[in-house]
């Protein structure tokens, strides 16, 4: 049972333009959400979060999007940049600070070509 | 930056032994540390949350006596997975967590084939 989704296994994207990685997710109870970036070889990096206050966040080139209604979350790159080139991995918690620790999507390979 | 070190990277092992993960944070003390398990094309999945010196706290699902977590001191964690067996196979990660802060800080996985 995904609590979390990420359906796109793999993303390809222009260097320069923008990337739309999307997750759903469907426990209503989830508060609190984030997204990592993993190198390989490598554990995942926390990129930027987002409570269910808010429906934007925006850090530098990166900006998140939460529609509650939807259960539905974006993370946009703007503009994307080779270095973008990781898993995208999507997480929920019930609680700030993830207490419960937290739920993962299956991550979104985004390959930025040049 | 903190850093969280995981050892080993990879590890394999014959079936019946038991291997033991080690998880340090380097530059700060973990209040709490989570181990997560991960299947080929399969997300990360919670399997145990441990606080210093408290027992771990599992996931349903997950056998306590076949994984165990030791939370000794705050900047150390380990995870041993008992009589280890090829359905055990899997890459296993640490994060661990400062406080109230959200940004979990993951070691690097550790690669675990058991034959």
């Known amino acids: 049972d995904q609590q979390v989704k990420q359906n796109s296994p793999s993303l390809s994207v222009q260097e320069g333009r923008i990337s739309i990685l999307n997750c759903d997710y469907t426990?209503?109870?989830?508060?609190?959400f984030l997204w990592y970036k993993k190198y390989p070889a490598e554990g995942p990096t926390f990129l930027i979060s987002?409570?269910?206050?808010?429906d934007k966040n925006e850090d530098g080139r990166f900006t998140v999007f939460l529609n509650k209604s939807a259960k539905h979350l974006s993370l946009h790159i703007v503009p994307s940049q080779p270095g973008d080139s990781a898993v995208y991995f999507c997480?929920?918690?019930?609680?700030?600070?993830?207490?419960?620790?937290?739920?993962f999507g299956k991550g979104t390979h985004l390959i930025i070509q040049p | 930056g903190a850093v969280v070190s995981q050892h080993p990277s990879r590890v394999i092992c014959k079936s019946g032994t038991s291997v033991k993960i080690e998880c340090r944070s380097l530059d700060f003390q973990a209040t709490t540390m989570f181990w997560y398990r991960q299947f080929p094309k399969k997300s990360l999945m919670l399997m145990a949350t441990?606080?210093?010196?408290?027992?771990?706290?599992?996931e349903q699902g997950v056998e306590k006596d076949k994984f165990l977590i030791n939370h000794a001191s705050l900047t150390l964690s380990t995870l041993t997975v008992t009589s280890a067996h090829p359905e055990d196979s899997s890459f296993y990660i640490c994060s661990a967590r400062i406080g109230e802060n959200e940004k979990l800080f993951f070691g690097s996985g550790t690669q675990l084939s058991v034959l």
């Open positions: 441990s606080n210093e010196g408290s027992k771990a706290t599992y």
């Open positions: 426990n209503s109870m989830f508060d609190y």
């Open positions: 987002i409570s269910s206050i808010k």
């Open positions: 997480a929920a918690s019930r609680f700030r600070g993830g207490a419960d620790g937290l739920t």
